[in-house]
């Protein structure tokens, strides 16, 4: 069996002893460890930045249609249903997507975009957008316009051309919610399908007693069928496939793919970089802590054959060269989680105050902390049991040569 408090007590006691070649030991590790850390950190800040703001702006996973045709409810479900999309909804033809919303006399906002949305609207990343009824949500340029804000009452104003008669509906609408002004930038009203559909219907001349006038032919029972789609991919990953899929239904379309793999090339770099220097350092790392380890091995040859001669058995041999091995990994671990720590921050300072370079950042996770940690004792556990085996084959009678 292995005292673990005699061998701490001698690992520790030995490695103040020899304070110096400790002391250096440990700093060949840190010189080591704190660079392999602020490369990672930086490689980590950016590539994360990056993805942040790949995913922070909506219309990166947007898929826009650039021509009209006529999609039914259940192929926009089954659209819906795709491992690959994360919302979808149709549209209605290009002139029912806009009207007239006004207040008073002085707050008015001409040909306003009406936008469908949904619950799960990516765009407006708000719960409000599962709307009902007679709720609507505004952009920010259109709420300035009409001077209101969530809570107040809007109108809505269309015209229709029937039997060569110019008219126009009305109907009052409740404003729930008003975007930030990053998530759209043009005076818009984002609707349920419904009102939407409403729109298109009493456009095409049909009599729709929401918008307060009587005329018209009644509604038929004719299936809703929409001239385009609101399509947003689930991940940015996920948009040039669903791109492809589209093209091969012969359904024309744009989107950012261009930029999103950008970021991947520029992930991929970096991760190609910091592997190679990784590679590097931990090569030399390991061939420097081997040749440390046989050498202080080798320089207490007489010191470790006394332990023998007094009773140590081969696991407890082993047991002391890895504990001190562990014992000097974790300082210098510890000391160079520090120097990181310190020079970060510095970085931080000078990419902060730099315009272009603000958004970066020097960063790792706990987690990532923690597996640098293991990954640093396992390389030095390794190393450790290299010179374990070396000292387990000293013999007791070394002890005795040179009395």
């Given at each position: 069996m292995i005292d673990f408090l005699l061998l701490w007590r001698l690992v520790s006691r030995d490695l103040w002893h020899d304070r110096k070649v400790s002391f250096c030991m440990a700093a060949s590790l840190v010189a080591v460890i704190a660079p392999l850390l602020l490369l990672f950190g930086l490689k980590h800040g950016v590539v994360s930045q990056l993805q942040k703001e790949l995913l922070s702006d909506p219309r990166n996973l947007e898929i826009k249609m650039l021509s009209s045709?006529?999609?039914?409810?259940?192929?926009?479900?089954?659209?819906?249903?795709k491992a690959e999309?994360?919302?979808a909804i149709g549209q209605t033809r290009s002139l029912n997507t806009q009207a007239d919303l006004y207040v008073d006399n002085r707050h008015f906002v001409e040909n306003a975009e009406v936008i469908p949305t949904a619950k799960g609207d990516p765009l407006l990343n708000t719960v409000s957008s599962d709307l009902q009824g007679g709720q609507v949500i505004l952009s920010d340029s259109a709420a300035q316009q009409l001077n209101v804000k969530a809570g107040d009452t809007?109108?809505?104003?269309v015209l229709r051309k029937l039997n060569q008669l110019i008219e126009r509906g009305e109907t009052s609408l409740e404003v729930v919610a008003v975007l930030e002004k990053s998530r759209f930038l043009r005076p818009a009203i984002f609707v349920n399908s419904a009102l939407?559909?409403?729109?298109?219907?009493?456009?095409?001349?049909?009599?729709?007693p929401q918008f307060g006038l009587k005329t018209g032919t009644p509604v038929t029972n004719m299936p809703v069928v929409f001239a385009k789609v609101r399509l947003y991919a689930k991940r940015a990953d996920?948009?040039?496939?669903?791109?492809d899929w589209l093209a091969k239904q012969r359904i024309e379309n744009t989107s950012r793919v261009a930029e999103i793999e950008a970021v991947k090339a520029i992930n991929r770099v970096l991760n190609l970089i910091f592997s190679v220097i990784a590679l590097t350092a931990l090569i030399g790392c390991v061939a420097s802590l081997m040749g440390a380890f046989i050498a202080n091995i080798d320089r207490k040859r007489k010191g470790l054959a006394t332990l023998r001669l007094l009773g140590f058995s081969n696991l407890s041999i082993a047991g002391y060269v890895v504990l001190q091995a562990f014992i000097v990994t974790t300082l210098a671990y510890i000391a160079g989680l520090g120097l990181y720590m310190l020079v970060s921050e510095i970085f931080n300072q000078v990419l902060v105050s730099s315009q272009n370079t603000r958004s970066f950042s020097v960063d790792i996770s706990v987690g990532h902390a923690v597996l640098a940690f293991l990954l640093t004792m396992l390389i030095a556990v390794f190393v450790s049991l290299?010179?374990?085996?070396?000292?387990?084959?000293?013999q007791p009678a070394e002890s005795l040569r040179e009395l």
């Open positions: 045709a006529a999609y039914s409810p259940d192929w926009i479900a089954q659209l819906q249903h999309v994360g919302f809007i109108h809505l104003r939407l559909i409403a729109l298109e219907q009493f456009r095409d001349g049909m009599h729709i996920d948009v040039a496939g669903l791109s290299i010179g374990a085996l070396r000292a387990i084959r000293i």
